[in-house]
């Protein structure tokens, strides 16, 4: 149980490797460390690469990444993040490591326009008890998920505990990509981490958060909007029941960050609508596109069939914010994937592996909706299996009627995968496994047809029994997670 | 060492300073064989030199106390077996880390510390280089504080016990940068530590040494006068600093410009002269109450007037506080020394401001009598005379008093007083006056958000209120919580709540990064699952870095009728994983509480004399069974009297259905470490 990873490929090298200093496999010289003064209101911007160090020291002044304020005279690793380190004083930092690019940016009218949002959402929750519900919508890389931390750590950071929601299934919060979290922040976030870690066995640098996580294997909300729709009703039932039981954290407001391709005009904006009549938004804020912008606006602001109207605001997108190409996003989804096993270099963590016979699993794969839903086994490959198969699992009462989710047969194209262990049975219905949260992720380390076993690597050393194992196509398959 | 962290798999290339990171943190005694290995690693990567002596500086800051020293011996080592670059980087921060690792250590330590600076005076043994091994430049600013220290040690032996040892919070440092040994300051960490409470023991040296002029002892009451000052000038300074924000931002305030001359004219006072100590109890309990007092904003700004950062410019005050706090002082005419108050009044003085806002108190009968007297008597003097003795301040105070006790009253500036009389018509009474007016009502209903967040002016959620810029929103963010941590960043209010918030934060920093250094602890952690939803709606989130376990657990328990029997539970004494319960003879396991952020053992008490810790539902049992639950004779009594009631118990146990102690014992075990070894049940 100890050493549970040691099987693993890869990681048993690592094992084996003592102390691998007097091998000089650093190829690059020392990098230049250069100071570098930002002045008042100003930002320095810089997209760093992944798996090249690059370091950030704040020497004097004041400044923030993110709504996170840097401590003085701490060094963090901003290694294949881009961003921009903000001060309103003015600040000097020691910058070392090499970016793709870096500048001081000044043209940062947009965090004016954010602190002055932070400044409304104060302002009404100091006039109610019932906090603002807040929505940002936009298309993909114009900055959403920046401002929804930016307001969560000011407001963090003059004593509120806001309720964080992302239902962005492209990227994770706090948990794996394919996730929908519910987070409420009662403590400080990391200023490199996002906004944290969730509950691991040992000490924190900064507070455990715990999110409540939902699944949605799909890369877009589009893909399966009735799914998704489904799980941002039960998200807000969930957070709604939560802030009735806190009434800081109702005073304290909702903040909601989106997927860009809810940006949909010929769905109407279907989805939207549901997210704001689902968890009674009182404020929209629109990054990015003009045209979502007036869309909404006219159907919320200045709508007359609706006794009350919601204000729709337009904000300015970060002048430092940069379309992420698909490498780059590729690399960011593996790497919160490993960090969900493995941790962080300041938070490290064990997975472990369990190795599961086939009989015992019950394997669920979510249907997309370009997927047919005709034939039963989508697997040609799977054929083989049929036979063995089909005894443990005729044996189960099953319900699945096979229209959201269908049998996954264990076989070798599990390999890589990522899935949802859920809370509930796999023998439950639909429904069920579609709403019940998420216990942890696990990853197929190894299929072993042979033996009919399969190896999976698992955050914790409990096994899950017969719970709801769900995968589906988002995110892809990974090959070297344990490489 | 099996268990090497999977973290290499995705890093980059800064692997050799980490590994050298690793291999310095299995270091933990005095090991002639890993030192020269590591002093080899440091030989062959000479190329990485500033990383090495980079990760080995951090590393002897933040290990436990006791790998220090070895630490220190790798550095030791390194510097005389390579010498150049590492002496060039190392010297740098030597001071600091020298200093911190000192202040931390227990006094064999020291010694070995102090024969170790001593070589490093000299040239390396053996080498022909006649130069000594750091330069002296380097060697002897340490040497002159370890001497000041030992001063220090030598005037606290003749002196009484540190007197803030009553304080209900721990000292605070004020804004400047704290070092580490802060961290000395723990106080919730278990009560079996003994060396941590041989750390709190030395704490006061630690605080000299690294601030011989400090503000350490803010929060006691009668301590060395100079001490004191100090303090009282740091928080005038910061006050000041505020005041300008403010004045800045509205200049035509006659109010606060007459606040800001007041407050640098008793700056003034205070830097050539020498009060009394009760009279600068007197001031400091002002000035404190002003510090807390929320940032009143009534119009909005018509231009940006948040502080500036200014690239450092070597300033000529000696007190590192107030440097960074003070952008500008105006040069002002030196107030001739007032006479000294006379204890007696100065005594109802204070009760009057501390009752500021409600006149007809006692304490303000018990000294209006004296102060009525005054008043009248000297009223007149107030306006004439521009020198002004102790019963003009008290009777101006009155004056003042009585003036804001008029409903909706604004604290303007007596007739006698000007705003623009010229500053040396002033002294401290008139300051004390003017200072006062703007004492806002301190009513006990501030909830820490809204002091927090500050009187800010509303704003509407319209697209027209997004452009401008308003500094105060700013200032919540920043200069309004000046009380800054320096391990994470995070802000406190300058208020007692933060400070004791902060005190809790910092003791919570100490815990984590004392867990983290131990090998034993930070190795093979893992993910825990995710909670399910009902468990996260009835989750209620604090911060467990400013709270204490006991206020939340406590939180937590207190929707519930009673605390149950299992729920209680003993934190584990550091090393101690197992134990065998001394009723039962069964054996309990410590288990990580995510709420403590400890490690506990799970239905446990303290029992018995000398006190062990035993299952809490056997406890119960035993107090049951005798019916005498004061004097049960405990473990080091009559063992045939455990063993009988254990007997009994186990009777019990299988008769009884309710309160099981076997079921609880194993309720309490088995919860699924996944979900979490809550302390606190689910309804």
Same mark, same amino acid.
């Given at each position: ?483 | ?291 807390? %007092?929320?940032? &009143?904003?009534? +119009? !909005?700004? #018509?231009? *940006? $007037?948040?502080?500036?950062?200014? /690239? =450092? ?90 003036? %804001?006790?008029? &409903?909706?009253? +604004? !604290?303007? #500036?007596? *007739? $006698?007083?000007?705003?623009?009389? /010229? =500053? ?260």
């Amino acid at each position: 149980m100890a050493l549970p990873g040691l099987s693993l490929p890869g990681l048993g090298l690592q094992l084996n490797t003592p102390t691998p200093l007097l091998g000089g496999q650093p190829s690059s010289a020392p990098q230049a460390i250069r100071q570098e003064d930002v002045p008042p209101q100003a930002e320095w911007r810089f997209e760093a690469g992944f798996g090249k160090p690059f370091t950030v020291k704040l020497l004097g002044g004041h400044a923030e990444f993110f709504g996170v304020e840097l401590a003085p005279n701490q060094t963090y690793d901003f290694s294949g993040r881009k961003g921009a380190i903000f001060s309103w004083q003015g600040c000097r930092l020691e910058v070392s490591g090499d970016a793709e690019s870096e500048y001081v940016g000044r043209e940062t009218e947009y965090a004016i326009e954010w602190l002055n949002v932070h400044g409304m959402l104060e302002s009404a929750r100091d006039d109610s008890r019932e906090g603002p519900r807040v929505l940002v919508v936009g298309p993909d890389h114009v900055g959403k998920s920046s401002l929804v931390r930016s307001l969560a750590g000011w407001g963090v950071k003059v004593g509120r505990t806001p309720t964080v929601v992302n239902l962005d299934p492209k990227e994770g919060l706090l948990a794996p990509p394919s996730s929908l979290t519910a987070t409420t922040v009662g403590s400080q976030l990391d200023v490199e981490n996002g906004y944290g870690i969730s509950g691991i066995s040992g000490p924190t640098v900064t507070p455990v958060k715990t999110p409540l996580v939902y699944h949605f294997p799909h890369a877009s909300p589009l893909d399966k909007s009735d799914v998704y729709k489904a799980l941002v009703t039960r998200m807000a039932l969930s957070v709604t029941n939560k802030l009735e039981e806190d009434a800081q954290a109702k005073q304290s407001g909702i903040i909601i960050d989106t997927s860009g391709s809810l940006n949909d005009p010929r769905s109407n904006y279907d989805i939207i609508n549901h997210i704001i009549s689902e968890f009674s938004i009182t404020l929209v804020l629109c990054l990015g596109s003009e045209r979502l912008y007036n869309d909404l606006n006219r159907r919320f602001t200045t709508s007359k069939v609706g006794d009350e109207s919601i204000p729709v605001l337009r904000i300015s997108k970060p002048g430092g914010a940069v379309e992420r190409d698909a490498s780059f996003m590729k690399q960011m989804t593996q790497q919160q994937i490993r960090q969900y096993f493995f941790g962080t270099s300041k938070e490290p963590l064990n997975p472990h592996s369990h190795s599961i016979p086939y009989t015992d699993l019950n394997v669920l794969r979510a249907k997309s909706a370009a997927s047919e839903p005709g034939p039963e086994n989508p697997y040609g490959g799977g054929l083989d299996d049929d036979d063995e198969d089909d005894i443990p699992y005729a044996n189960k009462p099953v319900k699945i009627t096979g229209i959201l989710y269908e049998k996954s047969p264990p076989g070798a194209t599990l390999t890589g995968s990522l899935m949802a262990v859920k809370y509930c049975p796999g023998s439950s219905n639909e429904e069920t496994v579609r709403d019940s949260t998420v216990m942890g992720f696990v990853y197929v380390a190894e299929v072993d047809d042979t033996r009919k076993k399969i190896r999976f690597l698992a955050p914790h050393p409990q096994r899950w029994g017969d719970r709801a194992l769900v995968w589906g196509p988002w995110p892809e398959a990974i090959a070297d997670l344990v490489v | 060492m099996s268990a090497r962290s999977p973290r290499g798999s995705f890093s980059g290339d800064q692997n050799l300073a980490d590994d050298f990171e690793e291999s310095l943190q299995d270091l933990t005694q005095n090991n002639r064989l890993e030192i020269s290995n590591l002093t080899l690693i440091a030989k062959e990567s000479t190329e990485f030199a500033q990383d090495i002596s980079k990760v080995l500086e951090k590393h002897i800051k933040s290990t436990a106390p006791t790998r220090k020293l070895p630490a220190l011996y790798v550095l030791d080592s390194i510097v005389k077996n390579v010498g150049t670059p590492y002496t060039v980087y190392l010297s740098r921060g030597l001071y600091s880390t020298f200093m911190e690792a000192y202040t931390q250590v227990d006094s064999n330590t020291r010694r070995s510390m102090e024969a170790m600076l001593k070589t490093w005076k000299e040239p390396v043994p053996g080498s022909i280089d006649p130069r000594p091994v750091f330069p002296p430049d380097i060697v002897q600013p340490i040497e002159n504080a370890l001497m000041k220290a030992k001063m220090v040690v030598l005037q606290n032996q003749r002196t009484v016990q540190p007197l803030y040892r009553n304080t209900p919070t721990p000292p605070q440092y004020g804004n400047q940068p704290v070092p580490n040994l802060e961290y000395a300051q723990n106080r919730h960490y278990p009560q079996f530590n003994a060396q941590q409470q041989m750390m709190q023991q030395q704490q006061h040296i630690p605080q000299y040494q690294a601030q011989p002029s400090g503000s350490v002892y803010r929060q006691s009451p009668a301590v060395q006068p100079g001490n004191d000052v100090e303090s009282i000038k740091t928080e005038t300074a910061l006050l000041i600093s505020r005041m300008q924000g403010q004045f800045a931002m509205n200049p035509q305030d006659q109010n606060l410009r007459t606040k800001l001359q007041a407050l640098l004219q008793l700056q003034d006072v205070l830097k050539v002269q020498s009060l009394e100590p009760s009279e600068l109890q007197q001031i400091k309990s002002q000035i404190s109450l002003l510090s807390i %007092a929320p940032i &009143p904003t009534p +119009t !909005p700004p #018509p231009a *940006a $007037s948040t502080q500036y950062w200014q /690239p =450092p410019v070597p300033l000529p005050q000696s007190n590192p506080s107030t440097q960074s706090f003070m952008p500008y002082s105006t040069p002002q005419p030196v107030v001739p020394p007032p006479s000294i108050l006379a204890p007696g009044t100065l005594e109802s003085l204070q009760a009057l401001l501390a009752n500021g806002q409600k006149p007809s108190t006692p304490q303000l009968r018990n000294a209006a009598p004296a102060l009525q007297n005054a008043s009248h008597a000297q009223l007149n003097t107030v306006a004439a005379t521009p020198v002004m003795n102790s019963n003009d301040l008290i009777a101006a105070l009155t004056k003042n008093n009585l003036l %804001a006790n008029l &409903p909706n009253s +604004t !604290p303007a #500036p007596p *007739a $006698s007083n000007p705003p623009a009389a /010229p =500053p040396s018509h002033q002294s401290t009474a008139s300051l004390l006056e003017s200072l006062k007016g703007f004492l806002p009502p301190l009513t006990p209903s501030n909830t820490p958000s809204q002091t927090m967040s500050g009187r800010q002016a509303k704003i509407p959620m319209t697209a027209a209120s997004l452009k401008e810029f308003r500094p105060e929103l700013v200032r919540s963010l920043y200069d309004g919580q000046p009380n800054q941590c320096s391990n994470c960043g995070r802000r406190f209010l300058a208020s007692d709540e933060g400070r004791t918030k902060k005190g809790r934060h910092l003791d919570w920093h100490f815990r984590t990064n004392q867990r983290m250094a131990d090998s034993s602890v930070s190795r093979g952690q893992h993910r825990n699952w995710f909670v399910e939803e009902m468990e996260w709606i009835r989750l209620a989130e604090f911060d467990p870095s400013t709270t204490t376990a006991e206020d939340a657990a406590a939180n937590a328990a207190g929707n519930k009728p009673q605390k149950r029997t299992q729920d209680s539970f003993v934190r584990a004494p550091p090393g101690m994983t197992k134990n065998t319960c001394s009723i039962c003879y069964e054996e309990m396991k410590s288990s990580y509480a995510e709420e403590l952020e400890d490690w506990v053992f799970t239905n446990a008490v303290m029992y018995g004399n000398p006190p062990r810790i035993v299952h809490a539902t056997c406890a119960e049992e035993i107090k049951k069974s005798t019916h005498q639950p004061g004097s049960v004779p405990g473990l080091g009594g009559s063992l045939a009297t455990v063993l009988a009631a254990a007997g009994n118990n186990n009777g019990r146990r299988s008769r009884s259905a309710t309160p099981d102690s076997t079921l609880g014992k194993r309720k309490a075990e088995s919860i699924l470490a996944g979900l979490s070894a809550r302390l606190k049940t689910d309804q």
